[in-house]
């Protein structure tokens, strides 16, 4: 990723995927730490790191900001108006000069949204299109259809779980974006998964560096692993000239990190038989992986290559407890995986458990957590930012939201 953020006047930014209620991954919402709105610099250029992502040029782009400083000196508007979403914490007085700039700009074809339920009052809104929800507030005397009727768009933030997730959708929310995932009873025959448990006795495996004979055995035992595994190495993507036709020519040619790594992200892949909807958890669980690896490269650790496989493997991991709803130490136990890893996962602590700390921290919209962190590990905030948009666009070449 090119170098687009300047120190000097970078804030910390905060970028989250928001999905439809059908949990297809739709856009992007930006929000500025400690900041009302950007300096027009940090918007042009954020803007050009987006448009390098590969899903982000086809999506929706939620903006927190100011209407006052879209007016950039008469340049344009660093993003394109007809996906661009601007939230306002509150509708501006009418017939201010800042409800006429926001006419102008819908006019222009920019949407709105405003982040305050009182704003669904009759007779306002009317530029305004969406409004936006905190999740803790949709209960069952949230009237969603009552504002739909009136024309708003509904957006669900912070939403806590994949289970909140179905219950806040079924009220009618067009979008809906999360906070920091908390764990939430499985779904009855969730933890018998046999595919999860044979793919957790490989990563086993592997983290004990076992004879290649014994993976081959448990590829064998698992015809569907077996599959996936030499359509992964036979793909274009591997480079290879000629085909593979056994497990053990397989898991060479792929080597044992990249088995790791490719198993890590298959647990949260595993989709029980009739449910075939896009998968939210493995998004985050790649996203926490992916950042933390990149952010590992700016710290004092980060010149060791270990480090930055153990940063991935805690950030994935980091959900095992979500998705096999299981104590995380109950889950940890077989998997005989380095101090320090563990450490991380079930105390936050070690380096490790400071960059889990950090994603977490984004996540839920922790400004001051994230700087705090930030400030401890000696990572600037234009290299955070950037890592975060770099780990989108690694994430959005995965396919997990297909």
Known sequence: MSSGFTRDICPVLLLTPVFDRRSNWLGVHVRA????????????????????????????????????????EGKRFAFPVDRTVLVLEHLPAEGGEEERLCR??????????????????????????????????VDEKFSGKSLHADGWKLFARGVPSMNDFDRIAAHGFDYLDFGSFAPSPADKGQ??????????????????????????????????????????VNSASMGMSGKVANFRQAITILGRRQLQRWLQLLLFTHRQEGKTRPSILMQRAA???RL?????KKTHGGASVDFQEEAFMVGVFSLLDVLMGMPMAELLKP??????????????????????????????????????????????????????VATLGWVSQLGIAE
């Open 33 to 72: 730490a400690h900041q009302p709105s950007f300096p027009g610099v940090t918007l042009q250029r954020l803007a050009e790191e987006l448009e390098r992502v590969p899903e982000i040029p086809h999506q929706v782009i939620f903006l927190d900001a100011e209407p006052a400083w879209l007016a950039l």
């Open 104 to 137: 102008l700009l819908r006019a222009e074809g920019l949407h709105f949204a405003v982040n305050s339920i009182t704003a669904a009052a009759p007779g306002k809104g009317g530029w305004a299109e969406t409004l936006i929800v905190p999740a803790t507030e």
């Open 191 to 232: 933890l018998h998964d046999t595919s999860r448990m044979m793919l957790l006795k490989l990563l086993q495996l592997v983290a004990q560096d076992a004879d290649t004979r014994d993976l081959e055995e448990v590829f064998k035992r698992e015809p569907k692993l077996a599959f996936e595994l030499l359509r992964l």
């Open 287 to 289: 996203t926490r992986g």
């Open 292 to 296: 933390m690896e990149l952010v590992s």
């Open 335 to 388: 998997l005989q995986l380095h101090e320090s890893v563990e450490l991380a996962l079930l105390e936050r602590k070690g380096p490790l458990g400071q960059l889990l700390a950090l994603v977490e921290q984004a996540e839920s919209g922790d400004a001051d957590g994230v700087l705090e962190s930030l400030r401890k590990m000696a990572v600037p905030t234009e290299e955070f930012n950037r890592a975060q």
